[in-house]
């Protein structure tokens, strides 16, 4: 008989347990969501903790039916995955996760900013004061399909029609904000921190002095297609004001790079067309561009003759003394332009002595 019983209680609880409309899963106590009077549920009353499961109750989660997320009674069987409950307007352009935008307290969206700090494109200058369209053309303003992160994703027409100067001929960077300034969107304000490396130049090389940081210090007025490459056509003023030497007087050329390097100051410089004035030879080459060493005063009034710039050299010299003995003050008369005075020649010898037979070949010491 007590064997009948324990079999009956057995039966009657797999049978209570066969008939749980929630499933075998959902171990535990009826009252905790039902009275005893009916099985319908007093949301008052209810005593189950939605926080003890994987997806907690916030915002307006909080005040929707439960069946609105549980269509089965079999309450396990609900995705905690978004778009299992709310479709997708923005049709798959943002992903599926609802919270990388919203909060469940409501759809509006206030965090724009920080969402494009996470994609890695910053509203920054002009980005932040235009509308989401003009940058995210889709189908309608709740699709936004991705448009890349680089500038010229957003701005190849400009940069295709840009004439002055042209962009494409020219191959500029197509990262716009290594030129321009990303507050003005006029594309009028150019950036004074230009990298040369980001720009093909080679047209004319930016080298020394012309490695401005500044394009408008050449492109006056931002005109950049019609600016000349010839040096005169900035450097005028420079050429008219010098006057050490007064290129304009002795007819120096306006092409600057003949005697000029391109480093700032002007200095180091060349003179190439010096031997039309004065032949440079000998020592006078050797310091052919320390032009200071002669032209002590104005480069007009350069004297030519030897003791115009050596009759220190002569007065000193005492073996012979050249004052005593009346030399010549052409200095060429005995020597050449070779640096030390040697070798020398004294041609008017014979004036005192006569060198000749054994005398002929003698040093003079």
């Not at 716009?176 to 969107?185: L, V």
């Not at 004319?204 to 401005?212: A, D, Q, S, T």
């Not at 080459?285 to 003791?307: F, G, M």
Request: proline share 4%.
């Amino acid at each position: 008989m007590k064997r009948k019983i324990i079999f009956i209680l057995l039966l009657l609880l797999n049978l209570m347990m066969a008939q749980n409309p929630h499933g075998n899963d959902l171990s535990m106590d009826c009252s905790r969501c039902h009275t005893s009077d009916n099985w319908k549920i007093i949301p008052d009353s209810l005593k189950f903790d939605h926080d003890s499961t994987s997806f907690k109750l916030t915002g307006q989660h909080k005040d929707v039916d439960c069946i609105n997320c549980h269509t089965s009674l079999i309450f396990n069987e609900a995705s905690t995955d978004c778009i299992s409950c709310h479709t997708d307007i923005h049709q798959n352009t943002l992903g599926f996760d609802c919270a990388s935008c919203h909060t469940s307290n409501d759809w509006a969206i206030d965090n724009i900013d920080e969402l494009h700090d996470i994609i890695g494109f910053p509203l920054l200058g002009m980005h932040k004061t235009i509308s989401c369209d003009q940058c995210h053309t889709g189908a309608n303003e709740l699709v936004f399909e991705p448009i890349g992160l680089e500038c010229v994703n957003c701005h190849i027409g400009d940069y295709n029609n840009t004439q002055n100067p042209n962009h494409e001929k020219v191959q500029f960077s197509q990262n716009c904000e290594k030129c321009h300034n990303i507050d003005d969107f006029s594309w009028s304000e150019v950036s004074t921190d230009i990298s040369l490396e980001d720009m093909n130049h080679d047209f004319f090389p930016l080298e020394g002095g012309h490695m401005l940081p500044d394009c408008k210090l050449c492109h006056l007025e931002g005109n950049y297609t019609n600016t000349s490459p010839e040096c005169v056509s900035c450097h005028k003023e420079d050429y008219d004001g010098t006057t050490k030497p007064n290129h304009k007087q002795i007819g120096v050329g306006t092409d600057c790079i003949t005697c000029h390097t391109a480093d700032p100051g002007w200095s180091p410089a060349e003179f190439t067309i010096h031997n039309e004035y004065y032949e440079l030879t000998g020592a006078h080459l050797d310091i052919q561009n320390e032009c200071l060493l002669c032209h002590t005063e104005d480069y007009k009034n350069t004297p030519v003759s030897c003791e115009g710039c050596h009759i220190d050299n002569y007065n000193n010299s005492q073996n012979p003394n050249h004052s005593k003995l009346n030399f010549n003050t052409d200095c060429a008369e005995c020597h050449t332009t070779d640096p030390g005075w040697s070798p020398a020649e004294f041609s008017e010898h014979d004036a005192f002595f006569a060198l000749d037979g054994g005398h002929a070949n003698l040093e003079c010491t």
